[in-house]
């Protein structure tokens, strides 16, 4: 084991992940989970991911889990493809890179394998403070405190440690909401979806700035089977192949409805779309029909404002907890693994324990494209998806 301990707060994506690097590299480390469970709360199905974090998990995983990850992962064709309501072609774009199409519950479970005891489920974060020896003291919802070296924050996007950390750092929102949920793909479901629509990502704009967005996970091997054949014991649930299916409006397209997106149940989400698509193409309809009402739930978009780089201490920062962003881009996630990416090779190289320059190293890079992704996703949200401008700081 190294000299030092590092603390994650949120087994989200980038969280799970960093943690599994340095456990790899004997490197002592504990993550603390707000959630009871993987699956305590809804946070979104099919997450695509581009080759920096695909790259990035080979990485950062054991060649078994890169293993189970292959045997999970989806591959669309790595094409946009923008439709008008009549399902008439406006702009197609096709990738020179590969796309990846995994399952967000999934690619948890897989983070998880392997590395569960260093990982303290329900278990909220309440605020730190620095101790007189320089170490970082961590404040648990139940009262406690946990010492480490680094205290990562990879607290999502309400995050704790940015908010005590850095408080001029801002959460705006869009002035788009957005609704998710999926349609499994059965023989059936399959004929309402042409090749197109196969693509990584396909955008059905209305007339009036909403739309209704499609794009596929399709497995090639059951998550289940997969486990059971590579990591006997892991928790990997059954899955079966789906189409995400959203819709997304500005706030004032919902009008006083926007008050309750949060708190309505799936059948009157599922009312709203139907009503908004009634003079679209009849598959559209169609498409929407058979989306599971149980499957939905609202979110407003919201992205950070990028800010100038700090200066470097003991505690750090990864994914939506510094740099949320416009799912217009879909490269969120993408992001939050680069960062873990990174960061694991910082504080695993870190010579002689020069912590300092290695949290320094790292953060000169992650501010630098992580904003530059922030911003590209405004860019792509204020052409496909009418939201706001990013104030500027
Ligand atoms: C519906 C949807 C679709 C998306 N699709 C894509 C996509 O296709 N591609 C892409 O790249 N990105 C996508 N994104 C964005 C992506 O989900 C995020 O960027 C990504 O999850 C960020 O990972 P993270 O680890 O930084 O944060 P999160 O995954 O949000 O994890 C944060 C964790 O911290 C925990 N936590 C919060 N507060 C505390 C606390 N006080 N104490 C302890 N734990 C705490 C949370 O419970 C959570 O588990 C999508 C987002 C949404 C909502």
Same mark, same amino acid.
């Given at each position: 084991?190294?000299?030092?301990?590092?603390?994650?707060?949120?087994?989200?994506?980038? *969280?799970?992940?960093?943690?599994?690097?340095?456990?790899?590299?004997?490197?002592? +480390?504990?993550?603390?989970?707000?959630?009871?469970?993987?699956?305590?709360?809804?946070?979104?199905?099919?997450?695509?991911?581009?080759?920096?974090?695909?790259?990035?998990?080979?990485?950062?995983?054991?060649?078994?889990?890169?293993?189970?990850?292959?045997?999970?992962? *989806?591959?669309?064709?790595?094409?946009?493809?923008?439709?008008?309501?009549?399902?008439?072609?406006?702009?197609?774009?096709?990738?020179?890179?590969?796309?990846?199409?995994?399952?967000?519950?999934?690619?948890?479970?897989?983070?998880?394998?392997?590395?569960?005891?260093?990982? +303290?489920?329900?278990?909220?974060?309440?605020?730190?403070?620095?101790?007189?020896?320089?170490?970082?003291?961590?404040?648990?919802?139940?009262?406690?405190? +946990?010492?480490?070296?680094?205290?990562?924050?990879?607290?999502?996007?309400?995050?704790?440690?940015?908010?005590?950390?850095?408080?001029?750092?801002?959460?705006?929102?869009?002035?788009?909401?957005?609704?998710?949920?999926?349609?499994?793909?059965?023989?059936?479901?399959?004929?309402?979806?042409?090749?197109?629509?196969?693509?990584?990502?396909?955008?059905?704009?209305?007339?009036?700035?909403?739309?209704? *967005?499609?794009?596929?996970?399709?497995?090639?091997?059951?998550?289940?089977?997969?486990?059971?054949?590579?990591?006997?014991?892991?928790?990997?649930?059954?899955?079966?192949?789906?189409?995400?299916?959203?819709?997304?409006?500005?706030?004032?397209?919902?009008?006083?409805?926007?008050?309750?997106?949060?708190?309505?149940?799936?059948?009157?989400?599922?009312?709203?779309?139907?009503?908004?698509?009634?003079?679209?193409?009849?598959?559209?309809?169609?498409?929407?029909?058979?989306?599971?009402?149980?499957?939905?739930?609202?979110?407003?978009?919201?992205?950070?404002?990028?800010?100038?780089?700090?200066?470097?201490?003991?505690?750090?920062?990864?994914?939506?907890?510094?740099?949320?962003?416009?799912?217009?881009?879909?490269?969120?996630?993408?992001?939050?693994?680069?960062?873990?990416?990174?960061?694991?090779?910082?504080?695993?190289?870190? +010579?002689?324990?020069?912590?300092?320059?290695?949290?320094?190293?790292?953060?000169?890079?992650?501010?630098?494209?992580?904003?530059?992704?922030?911003?590209?996703?405004?860019?792509?949200?204020?052409?496909?998806?009418?939201?706001?401008?990013?104030?500027?700081?």
């Amino acid at each position: 084991m190294s000299k030092f301990t590092i603390i994650i707060v949120g087994a989200g994506l980038g *969280g799970l992940a960093l943690a599994q690097a340095l456990r790899r590299h004997g490197v002592a +480390v504990s993550v603390y989970e707000r959630d009871l469970a993987l699956d305590s709360r809804r946070q979104g199905y099919r997450l695509h991911l581009d080759s920096v974090a695909w790259d990035a998990l080979h990485q950062l995983l054991p060649p078994v889990l890169v293993d189970l990850l292959t045997a999970t992962t *989806g591959t669309p064709r790595p094409r946009f493809t923008l439709l008008d309501r009549d399902l008439n072609e406006l702009f197609g774009q096709e990738s020179a890179e590969p796309a990846f199409a995994v399952d967000r519950l999934t690619l948890r479970a897989i983070l998880l394998t392997g590395i569960e005891d260093s990982v +303290v489920f329900g278990t909220p974060v309440t605020g730190y403070h620095t101790a007189g020896d320089g170490r970082i003291a961590v404040h648990l919802s139940d009262g406690s405190t +946990v010492h480490g070296d680094v205290l990562v924050g990879a607290d999502g996007i309400n995050s704790v440690v940015r908010q005590q950390y850095l408080p001029n750092a801002r959460i705006v929102e869009t002035g788009v909401w957005q609704i998710y949920g999926a349609i499994p793909l059965t023989d059936d479901t399959r004929k309402l979806f042409d090749d197109r629509m196969f693509g990584v990502f396909t955008m059905i704009t209305g007339a009036d700035g909403s739309f209704v *967005g499609v794009a596929p996970v399709e497995f090639p091997e059951n998550p289940a089977a997969a486990a059971a054949r590579l990591t006997p014991g892991s928790m990997l649930a059954s899955v079966s192949d789906y189409m995400t299916c959203s819709f997304g409006a500005r706030s004032d397209w919902f009008g006083p409805a926007e008050q309750s997106l949060r708190h309505v149940d799936g059948d009157q989400l599922h009312d709203i779309i139907a009503t908004a698509v009634l003079t679209w193409h009849p598959r559209v309809q169609e498409i929407i029909a058979h989306c599971d009402p149980m499957t939905l739930f609202a979110l407003p978009l919201r992205s950070s404002v990028p800010i100038p780089a700090w200066n470097t201490t003991r505690v750090t920062l990864l994914g939506d907890a510094i740099h949320a962003m416009s799912p217009a881009s879909g490269s969120g996630a993408c992001t939050a693994l680069r960062d873990a990416a990174g960061l694991a090779s910082a504080l695993t190289h870190a +010579v002689d324990g020069d912590l300092h320059a290695a949290l320094r190293d790292y953060e000169q890079h992650m501010v630098d494209y992580g904003f530059t992704a922030v911003r590209a996703g405004a860019a792509n949200g204020e052409r496909f998806l009418d939201q706001k401008p990013l104030p500027l700081q």
